[in-house]
């Protein structure tokens, strides 16, 4: 089954701009947005609410790109190794994967999940939203 690139891309960015516009939604339920007089008041929780879904939504985007660079490999094989060493009682000589043979099966299922990659969506969402964010602070009076 053939997947849609531009279908699964379109999907990825309404899902993730809908989970972004729910974040800030909630922050100004919470905020009680709804019984502020004040127009300053109003723009400043605007701004706060569409900055921070989108720093969050930007932040966790960003993290899942770098990690498919291979970037924290070296910290998972390190976490790895300690599980075998420590929670492992009867541990031998080979029971350890060798770093470069890990690093090599790790490249190789990310490169298999490369086609699909949908993370730069997710990024481009959260940049959207702190812009969206930026757009009320000249409408702030001082």
Excluded at 11 to 25: C, N, P, R, S
Excluded at 102 to 123: A, D, Q
């Amino acid at each position: 089954m053939e997947v849609n690139k531009k279908k699964l891309a379109l999907l990825a960015t309404l899902v993730t701009l809908g989970v972004g516009l729910l974040i800030t939604g909630s922050l100004l339920l919470i905020w009680k947005i709804f019984e502020q007089t004040d127009k300053r008041q109003i723009l400043v929780l605007l701004s706060d609410a569409f900055f921070i879904s989108g720093f969050m939504i930007f932040g966790l985007g960003a993290l899942v790109l770098i990690a498919s660079t291979g970037f924290f490999d070296i910290i998972a094989y390190g976490f790895k190794s300690l599980g075998v060493l420590f929670i492992k009682l009867t541990y031998k000589k080979g029971d350890l994967e060798k770093y470069y043979e890990y690093v090599e099966r790790r490249r190789e299922k990310r490169e298999l999940r490369k086609e699909t990659s949908i993370t730069l969506y997710v990024v481009l969402v959260g940049i959207f939203l702190i812009l969206v964010a930026a757009l009320f602070l000249p409408f702030i009076p001082s």
